[in-house]
Each structure stands twice: as C-alpha cells, then as structure tokens.
C-alpha cells in the first residue's frame, strides 16, 4: 500500500515511450496495481497493439477494460488496487466522440477524472497523446478531436501532482508539485 496517493499524467506524441514508461514506473511501486484500458480492437491493427500491451504488463495486475466511463472504472476499483494505470485517454475521448457524446459531457468526463484524483483514494498513473503539436488536422472531426483532446489533457493535467512529457522515449518533467508539498511520493 502507498503511503500517499499521488497522480502523474503522462504525455506524448505516437510511438514516445509514454505506455512504457508508465509500466516501468507502476512496476517500480510495491503496491496493488490495476489497468484501466481504453482501448476496443475495431480492426486488425488495434488488435495487435492491445495483444502488445497485454503481454508487457505482468499477470498479476487487474485489468478493466473500461472505453467510456474511466472515472467510474476507477472509483469501482478503490480499495481493490493502490495504483490506477489509465492507458488512455487519447483513445477515451475518441471512443466518447464514436459514441455521440457532445463536448460538454466529454469534458464533463474529465473533470470527474479530475474530481477522482483530488480525492487522492488512490495513485495514478494516467496516459495520454499530445496531439495539439502535429499537423492541423484537415478536416471538422479531426479538429474536434484535436481540440478536445487538448482540453481534456489541460483539465487533467491541472489536477495531476506530476506532468511528464515523453519526447523520443526520454521522459521530460512539466510538472512536479509531489515533491514541494509531499512526502514521500507515489509515481
């Protein structure tokens, strides 16, 4: 069990080392550990990717699969697991957008996710892209996406004890207020 509860998001572009470095991290803390996982194989290549993920995760942790409402997967697993791995939101929100969920209810997502953290019942370790640095997406979906994206990793992030940018696989610190008001610190 941690002696506190922290929060630690963890951003980057496609293929950054984000999912990675965030399994090293989880696997550095001797505490129950639990997966929320977004994703849903739609096609072949989702599929591989998850059956990536899978078997680069130890057996031991619990896994939820959870694409639409992460903050109630996480309150779901208080008590259950010290440490919540979040991986992701990137593809939370595109699932929320499949769906037909508006902006407002998205967002409102987030600062439920948010809500959750504050409450520090537990660590976690949430994942997502960065999207807002690439290329302007060419079309209105696209931009929505981008957009909303951006605001769901701004929200996050303003409720994250730590905020980690993932830059060619080389973690780069963004934030770190654990170690000014905390003590000691979960990942």
């Known amino acids: 069990m941690l002696a506190r509860h922290s929060s630690h998001l963890i951003l980057g572009g496609a293929r950054s080392g984000k999912s990675r470095h965030s399994l090293r991290l989880a696997r550095e803390c001797s505490a129950r550990i639990a997966l929320v996982a977004t994703a849903q ?29 992460v903050a109630a997967a996480c309150r779901r697993l208080t008590g259950r697991a010290d440490l919540l791995l979040v991986d992701c939101l990137t593809l939370w929100v595109s699932n929320r957008l499949l769906r037909g969920d508006d902006d407002r209810a998205i967002l409102q997502g987030a600062d439920d996710l948010a809500a959750f953290m504050g409450a520090r019942e537990a660590s976690l370790l949430i994942v997502s892209n960065e999207v807002g640095a690439g290329v302007h997406p060419p079309t209105a979906a696209g931009l929505r996406f981008q957009d909303l994206l951006g605001l769901v990793n701004q929200r996050v992030a303003a409720a994250a004890d730590r905020v980690t940018l993932m830059v060619a696989g080389i973690p780069l610190s963004v934030k770190d207020v654990s170690h000014h008001e905390r003590s000691p610190q979960a990942p």
């Open 41 to 69: 194989a739609g096609d072949a290549d989702m599929a591989a990717r998850i059956a990536r993920h899978r078997a680069e995760r130890p057996a031991s942790w619990l896994t939820v699969e959870e694409p639409l409402e």
